[in-house]
Nanobody, 123 residues
Framework: QVQLVESGGGYVQAGGSLRLSCAVS????????MGWFRQAPGKEREFVAT????????FYADSVKGRFTISRDNTKNMVYLQMNSLKPEDTAVYYC????????????????WGQGTQVTVSS
């Protein structure tokens, strides 16, 4: 069983930055690709970024490419999402997820999910 707990969400003005963290329980952390997803009010959950088991491979949604950076620390069982140049359209609940399959996003990605952390960007 893998448990994920997100933190770091909050309220920020447009153009600002936030860093989300995801603490992952279990000794098999480096066996999972990790990812961040988000869900805005009235919308479906969408892919944001994923990272491979060693941290070398990363994938981003076009909407966040160049602004967000996903990283992981396998010694601490942590995943991070550095978000810069935030826009009001980035407002959403952000979820951390783990997948035992491939790193790149596919429909159905995510074997385990956290509870989410709210990010609100004001204009």
């Amino acid at each position: 069983q893998v448990q994920l707990v997100e933190s770091g969400g909050g309220y920020v003005q447009a153009g600002g930055s936030l860093r989300l963290s995801c603490a992952v329980s279990g000794r098999t952390f480096n066996m999972y690709a990790m990812g961040w997803f988000r869900q805005a009010p009235g919308k479906e959950r969408e892919f944001v970024a994923t990272i491979g088991r060693t941290g070398t491979a990363t994938f981003y949604a076009d909407s966040v490419k160049g602004r967000f950076t996903i990283s992981r620390d396998n010694t601490k069982n942590m995943v991070y999402l550095q978000m810069n140049s935030l826009k009001p359209e980035d407002t959403a609940v952000y979820y951390c997820a783990a997948d035992s399959g491939r790193t790149s996003y596919y429909i159905g990605w995510g074997d385990y999910w956290g509870q989410g952390t709210q990010v609100t960007v004001s204009s």
